[in-house]
């Protein structure tokens, strides 16, 4: 349709054209006869249309040589402006009687045919081109679009991958932490035990979500953070500050437990004092700042990256954090000036469960 319209156009516009031509040259009532020839040579092209396309495929998805490529397009333009000659002088045979026009005299054919080539090789050539570059451009629009699939479902299967390797992780973890007092006080084994299938039911809930609200994942932390304080007792302090309007933004699921098993497998020592654990939550310039710190102690002259390399938890929040937000994130590690150890991480502060373009 749209095709239809764009030829009616260039109809209307030759036509106007060369009647206002012959205006000019005080040659006056050729309206007709000029709708007659400028509307038989553009709607013969317009019918002919599908075989230009049915050729221009070939620019396509064939390899030729240039050489016989350019005769094989010089062949199609021959055949093509032959049929379009002929198909104006029959239609304006039997159309101009119709209009009132009488007889159409369209000269000698033998040279008909070569006149009309010359132009019919240029426009022949300027459609194939503009089909040709049009169809290009739609092919790599696909490929793209494609590319960008794949890639996106290969984002979400390393975050699945990611998110699977975390939760038996922190499952077997915990079991330990329950085994190691089970023969020093039963009853408290026997308490750990059921809150850890609170924890574990919590946890199942969104277990298919990349992304949870703030507010599930500081109650996944307290409930970790009670089993650890049976264990530990009197030796560990939690202390939280959060800032409650955040409650509902996103954050990745498990984000904080392996910080925080983190601080209690090298910032508490066996026999040291108690240790104080920090974990608060603010918003800055359009993120989310979480922090987890501790009062243990610390990486000593050590480099704080080089902890990346000591276990799953750590490393698999980098990971995670770079294929959920790309460069939009940050995760850093550092000594506490007081003491301790300071994990910051920043993720864009949003309600809605999304991955931003640039990660993918």
């Given at each position: ?130 089909y040709s570059f049009y169809q290009r451009l739609r092919i790599a629009q696909a490929q793209q679009l494609a590319a960008a699939e794949l890639q996106t479902k290969l984002v979400q299967a390393q975050l699945e991958n ?77 202390t939280y500050s959060i800032d409650p309007s955040l409650n509902s933004s996103l954050v990745p699921q498990l984000i904080l437990q392996p910080l925080l098993e983190n601080s209690l497998r090298h910032g508490m020592k ?80 949003h309600t809605s469960a999304h991955i931003p373009q640039d990660s993918e």
């Amino acid at each position: 349709m749209i095709l239809f319209l764009l030829y009616t156009l260039i109809a209307v516009l030759l036509t106007g054209y060369r009647y206002l031509d012959d205006l000019t040259r005080q040659h006056p009532g050729t309206f007709y006869m000029r709708v007659l020839e400028e509307g038989t040579g553009v709607y013969s092209v317009f019918l002919l249309l599908p075989l230009i396309f049915r050729f221009a495929r070939i620019y396509l998805y064939e390899r030729k040589g240039w050489l016989r490529l350019g005769l094989f397009h010089l062949a199609a333009a021959v055949l093509f402006s032959s049929a379009h000659t002929t198909m104006m002088a029959i239609s304006r045979h039997f159309l101009a009687p119709l209009m009132g026009l009488g007889p159409y005299d369209y000269g000698i054919m033998t040279y008909r045919y070569p006149m009309e080539f010359s132009n019919d090789l240029i426009g022949f050539t300027v459609i194939v081109g503009l089909y040709s570059f049009y169809q290009r451009l739609r092919i790599a629009q696909a490929q793209q679009l494609a590319a960008a699939e794949l890639q996106t479902k290969l984002v979400q299967a390393q975050l699945e991958n990611l998110r699977l390797q975390l939760q038996p992780h922190f499952l077997f973890n915990t079991l330990n932490t329950i085994s190691s007092v089970m023969y020093e006080d039963v009853r408290l084994a026997d308490a750990m035990i059921a809150q850890l299938s609170d924890l574990l039911r919590l946890t199942l809930q969104a277990s298919r979500a990349h992304e949870i609200p703030l507010g599930e994942e500081l109650e996944i932390t307290r409930l970790y953070l009670d089993l650890m304080q049976k264990r530990f007792e009197d030796k560990l302090c939690v202390t939280y500050s959060i800032d409650p309007s955040l409650n509902s933004s996103l954050v990745p699921q498990l984000i904080l437990q392996p910080l925080l098993e983190n601080s209690l497998r090298h910032g508490m020592k066996s026999g040291s004092s108690a240790m104080d654990l920090f974990i608060a939550a603010h918003r800055e310039n359009g993120s989310l700042i979480l922090q987890v710190s501790d009062s243990g102690s610390g990486f000593g002259e050590i480099d704080p990256s080089g902890v990346f390399g000591r276990g799953l938890g750590l490393s698999n929040i980098r990971d995670r954090l770079a294929h959920l937000y790309g460069d939009r994130q940050q995760f850093s590690i550092s000594n506490r000036g007081s003491g301790g150890a300071q994990v910051t991480l920043s993720v864009p502060l949003h309600t809605s469960a999304h991955i931003p373009q640039d990660s993918e």
